[in-house]
């Protein structure tokens, strides 16, 4: 089973519309985890941190529950401009091994 | 906040010759720099962990005289690739975490797309 997983869509949905990724890892695979965001042939960019007690920044709510090691990310009234990639990356803090998802393809329709 | 500089952006080379790739830190010290290499449609995937003045450490499956790093400073990491053959064709990206950085948010590079002709 891979670290860490993630559907990897492609997830096409009308703009305005409220979209959920869903982010998987293993019991050995990491302590923090975050939400990147790769727009096509470019760099990752940070989006947000997630917590247990979860983590709000305007449109977009990140979640972590340790008991099913599962992260969400949920996207509010998306915008032509949320399509993208959007990794699920844990960071073994122990030894500072940062471990990627596949990603997942959103696409916002007019 | 934290920026890292990549260069090249994009170089097509010939089959057999060597490419260099650096990544600089331009506004704090990376003490470590990861360097990632992903194929079309495909993930990021770990090369290699440099750490500032020491050698670096190799993922299970990436050639370490093929895939040359040096981090001689906390500001600068180099990969080389050498030998390249086509099936090096790729985009590598460098990312770096600050010194003294506690939310662990990694900066990455612009990236270099790599094309062996």
């Known amino acids: 089973r891979k670290e860490v997983e993630q559907d990897p869509g492609p997830f096409n949905v009308p703009e305005g519309a409220t979209v959920a990724f869903n982010c998987t890892y293993s019991?050995?695979?990491?302590?923090?985890f975050f939400w990147y965001r790769q727009d096509c042939r470019k760099e990752p960019k940070l989006l947000m941190s997630?917590?247990?007690s979860g983590n709000e920044d305007g449109r977009f709510t990140a979640q972590l529950n340790r008991a099913s090691q599962y992260i969400s990310l949920l996207i509010r009234d998306s915008k032509l401009s949320d399509s993208a990639t959007y990794l699920c990356v844990g960071v073994k803090t122990s030894y500072d091994k940062v471990i990627f998802g596949p990603g997942t393809s959103l696409s916002v329709i007019p | 906040g934290a920026v890292v500089s990549q260069h090249p952006s994009r170089v097509i080379c010939k089959s057999g010759t060597s490419v260099k790739i650096e990544c600089r830190s331009l506004?704090?010290?990376?003490?470590?720099m990861f360097w990632y290499r992903q194929f079309p449609k495909q993930s990021l995937m770990l090369m290699a962990t440099s750490n500032e003045g020491s050698k670096a450490t190799y993922e299970q499956g990436v050639e370490k005289d093929k895939f040359l790093i040096n981090h001689a400073s906390l500001t600068l990491s180099t990969l080389t690739v050498t030998s390249a053959h086509p099936e090096d064709s790729s985009f590598y990206i460098c990312?770096?975490?600050?010194?003294?950085?506690?939310?662990?948010?990694?900066?990455f590079g612009s990236g270099t797309r790599l094309t062996v002709v």
């Open positions: 997630v917590y247990s």
């Open positions: 506004d704090f010290q990376a003490t470590t």
């Open positions: 019991n050995s695979a990491s302590q923090s």
């Open positions: 990312s770096a975490r600050g010194f003294g950085r506690e939310d662990y948010g990694y900066t």
